[in-house]
């Protein structure tokens, strides 16, 4: 199919000298980077969704700090510069 593209002269001679350097036409190396393109767009949908790990234990504070007191908790590590 014949179409009509208005493209940046730059990109246009870039383009030309690239196919040119393959041993390609301007026309194959526009399809391949519309194909490309088409499919990171399709591959982006179907990425599998990430499950982060969740910690399950016991556990807590020691008892006898507070934990609402800087003070507390440099002096329960031994920070207390």
């Known amino acids: 199919m014949k179409t009509t ?8 001679a870039d383009a030309k000298a690239l196919a040119a350097q393959q041993r390609t036409s301007l026309t194959r190396l526009i399809e391949e980077g519309l194909q490309l393109r088409l499919r990171a767009k399709a ?32 002096e329960a590590l031994g920070d207390d510069a």
Do not use: E, T, W
């Open 43 to 74: 591959d982006a949908g179907k990425r599998a969704r990430v499950r982060l790990p969740v910690f399950k234990g016991r556990g807590g504070l020691v008892a006898g700090i507070d934990p609402l007191s800087n003070k507390a908790l440099l």
């Open 5 to 12: 593209l208005n493209l940046n002269d730059q990109l246009l």
